[in-house]
């Protein structure tokens, strides 16, 4: 069994900073991107930032230059850190990763439960 626990959401001022974590565990073997992903009310749900094993990242246009993603291969994480905040950022965030679980063959995506970040004066 496999967990995807994300921390770190939660209300701030336009223009302030917020860091999200996001922790895989359970019988992770390997684990190849990692992903951010939002969803606002009464839309869909959007790519922010994906991250891959060897470090290499992308990030969606409205967030380039505001959001940094990174990792740590060796305890399965994800942060995404998010500085300038706008309030059109509020959304539930949802970690996303490629897993192989122990005695697997096949990588299979997992997401965490979502964690709420809210941007407003």
């Known amino acids: 069994q496999v967990q995807l626990v994300e921390s770190g959401g939660g209300l701030v001022q336009p223009g302030g900073s917020l860091r999200l974590s996001c922790a895989a565990s359970g019988s992770v073997f390997s684990v190849n991107s990692m992903a951010w992903y939002r969803q606002a009310p009464g839309k869909q749900r959007e790519l922010v930032a994906r991250?891959?094993?060897?470090?290499?990242?992308n990030y969606a246009d409205s967030v380039k230059g505001r959001f940094t993603i990174s990792r740590d291969n060796a305890k399965n994480t994800v942060t995404l850190q998010m500085n300038s905040l706008k309030p059109e950022d509020t959304a539930v965030y949802y970690c996303?990763?490629?897993?192989?679980?122990?005695?697997?063959?096949?990588?299979?995506?997992?997401w965490g439960q979502g964690t709420q970040v809210t941007v407003s004066s």
């Open positions: 996303k990763a490629g897993i192989r679980v122990s005695g697997g063959y096949y990588y299979n995506d997992y």
């Open positions: 991250i891959f094993y060897g470090g290499g990242a």
